[in-house]
């Protein structure tokens, strides 16, 4: 089966770094994803990770392990609009995303 | 280009009532997805497709119907509506499978249905 575990809410200050891991247990890894979601809006794609390390776009950053099967998001000089939900996601290899149940994350002035 | 469009909006259905929602993309992606997602449950595939005339279940399949006649539609039907199906509803759409960069997932603004 398919496992993915992310906790489920962060807070953090505006103009702060916060970090949202994500660990999975798939049968197969074909790609790790994270998407952002405000509420009442749809997810948007942020990053992806195929291979172990980091990549850097902008404010936002992803690492992976395939090995401990562990990622993480890093946020850095938060903003309020960054406070959304943070989905991680797996591609197993079977044409589909499996979804994390998501990191609500609250960026207070 | 509009990407992934959903219609309706929002809905309002009685128990037993039946209903189709439709999913439009002007990508030209080859894969579609149906997810419903609930608070505290994160987003289950209800249903996928990975071409024209193809569909597949997804992790909660039952009580929900798809068919894609067309590459850009997707539809998602409730032949009869049961309270549990309140949720909000989206789909999605990627390039093709193969690599990150193109199983991407682009998602369609979401359809709140309720079923009383």
């Known amino acids: 089966g398919q496992n993915i575990d992310q906790p489920t809410e962060m807070t953090a200050t505006e103009g702060a770094i916060v970090q949202i891991n994500c660990t999975y247990q798939?049968?197969?890894?074909?790609?790790l994803f994270w998407y952002q979601q405000h509420a009442g809006e749809a997810p948007t794609f942020l990053s992806y990770?195929?291979?172990?390390g980091l990549e850097e776009k902008g404010r936002f950053s992803s690492f992976l392990s395939r090995s401990k099967g562990y990622s993480y998001l890093l946020l850095k000089e938060l903003q309020m609009k960054d406070s959304a939900s943070y989905l991680c996601?797996?591609?197993?290899?079977?044409?589909?995303?499996?979804f994390g149940k998501g990191t609500m994350l609250l960026v207070s002035p | 280009n509009a990407g992934v469009t959903q219609t309706p909006k929002f809905r309002v259905l009685k128990t037993g009532q039946s209903m189709t929602l439709l999913c439009a993309q002007d990508?030209?992606?080859?894969?579609m997805y149906w997810y419903r997602q609930d608070p505290g449950m994160g987003l289950r595939l209800i249903h996928y497709?990975?071409?024209?005339?193809?569909?597949a279940k997804g992790e909660v399949p039952d009580g929900y119907n798809v068919s894609r006649l067309k590459k850009q539609n997707f539809l998602l039907g409730l032949e009869s509506a049961a309270p549990s199906q309140t949720s909000v509803y989206f789909c999605?759409?990627?390039?093709?499978?193969?690599?990150?960069?193109?199983?991407?997932?682009?998602f369609g603004p979401g359809t709140r249905l309720t079923v009383l």
């Open positions: 798939t049968s197969g890894f074909n790609g």
């Open positions: 497709s990975v071409g024209e005339g193809t569909t």
């Open positions: 990770n195929v291979l172990d």
């Open positions: 990508m030209n992606h080859e894969y």
């Open positions: 996601a797996v591609n197993s290899g079977y044409s589909t995303l499996t």
């Open positions: 999605a759409s990627s390039f093709r499978e193969g690599h990150p960069s193109t199983d991407t997932q682009y």
